[in-house]
């Protein structure tokens, strides 16, 4: 490839980069009042358009918010891999508009729940009873907050081993509304020793190492109470080569692998879970959902 044409497909690049920026500036505007230029939050609207008419339409103000988390992690991320391309793999993000932008796009998986559980009954009901959510990787908190706002009769408890997430987490909590439910412990999965005790917990694939996921779907198997559920969250399959390479690169920097869904499904069919189902709520979030029997399987 000639220079010439390195230079025309960068700029090609640039401005998917510009039009990501232009969109989470208008969703900035839109949320938080901020006086600029007439003429530039003209161009903004029109910029927004031009990417779709109607883009932003009808969104609440969750859904807002969730979207400009989305674009300033994936900005904040991209820029950390530019200037730190040799950094080791790991989850070690000390930026709190990483941590909290990261923790923001979270709350889409309660939404994502709950829309799986309208068409399934066995797990609407499983939300809807007293029970006990453990959320592994609970970064700060969002998701494990927004999960207790969300199924009231739910009592929450977010792992993490990363303490500038968690000092986040419980400073966050502190004004949720919803701490009498909620609680955040230093710890790794692994070390996970409680027994038939939660009926639904979540662990997030792209951040799971290949060499602790073995011990990490067995302890979680044994935490899990007789019928209780786990929901196995992955990123939808990429829509073309490009994709999946970008996404295999952001998951790999963040400590986790690639696991593709029949991976998965292979695993947790190996410690007897039942129910098993690869389904995608909406793109790009993923879930693999496994139920524990009701009662001890025996092995033959």
């Given amino acids: 490839m000639s220079f010439e044409s390195f230079i025309k497909k960068c700029q090609t690049l640039n401005w998917s980069l510009e039009a990501l920026a232009a969109l989470g500036a208008e969703l900035r505007l839109r949320r938080e009042e901020l006086n600029t230029d007439s003429r530039v939050a003209s161009l903004l609207r029109e910029v927004v358009h031009r990417i779709e008419p109607g883009l932003l339409d009808g969104f609440d103000s969750s859904q807002e918010l969730a979207g400009l988390a989305l674009i300033q ?25 990483i941590l909290e932008s990261q923790g923001q796009v979270s709350r889409l998986i309660v939404r994502g729940i709950d829309t799986l559980a309208a068409s399934r009954p066995a797990l609407d009901t499983t939300l809807r ?90 302890r979680v198997y044994r935490a899990l109470a007789p019928g209780g559920w786990l ?35 292979q695993r947790l069919k190996a410690l007897k879970f039942e129910r098993i189902e690869a389904v995608s709520p909406s793109p790009p979030i993923m879930f693999v959902l496994g139920q524990r029997p009701d009662e001890p399987v025996l092995n033959s």
Avoid at 73 to 97: C, H, K, M, V
């Fill in 129 to 218: 009873q007293p029970g006990a959510l453990l959320d592994i990787g609970t970064g700060v908190g969002w998701l494990a907050i927004e999960a207790a706002r969300s199924w009231p009769t739910m009592r929450v408890v977010g792992i993490d081993s990363w303490e500038p997430a968690l000092a986040l987490a419980r400073k966050n909590l502190d004004r949720s509304g919803v701490a009498e439910r909620v609680e955040f412990r230093s710890q790794r999965v692994e070390h996970l020793d409680e027994e038939n005790i939660f009926t639904l917990a979540r662990l997030p694939g792209p951040f799971l190492a290949a060499e602790i996921l073995a011990v990490a779907l067995e």
């Fill in 231 to 265: 929901i196995f969250g992955l990123h939808a399959r990429p829509p073309n080569e490009l994709a999946e390479a970008l996404t295999n690169l952001r998951i790999v920097r963040w400590g986790g692998h690639p696991w593709t869904t029949t991976e998965v499904e």
């Fill in 73 to 97: 992690t994936s900005f904040r991320q991209a820029i950390e891999l530019l200037e730190n391309p040799e950094r080791a793999p790991g989850w070690n993000y000390e930026d709190p508009l």
